[in-house]
């Protein structure tokens, strides 16, 4: 069974922004810039600095 995406959001590691992205092509960064959501509700894709993603941004995202 496929987990279907009901939010799309992280918190940055760095600056501690809650960042959202609620449209398919809705590109988001964090206030300091180093982490970004995109994606909307079609798919959870994430943007940060080389290295561990866990090490960037914790994963707040939630599914039905």
């Not at 992205?21 to 960064?29: A, G, Q």
């Not at 970004?36 to 943007?47: C, F, I, N, Q, S």
């Amino acid at each position: 069974m496929v987990k279907k995406l009901k939010t799309n959001r992280i918190r940055c590691k760095h600056c501690g922004t809650v960042i959202e992205s609620k449209n398919t092509y809705d590109f988001i960064r964090c206030d300091c810039g180093k982490v970004a959501v995109d994606g909307g509700l079609e798919y959870p894709k994430r943007v940060y600095p080389a290295g561990r993603a866990e090490d960037h941004y914790e994963d707040l995202s939630e599914f039905d």
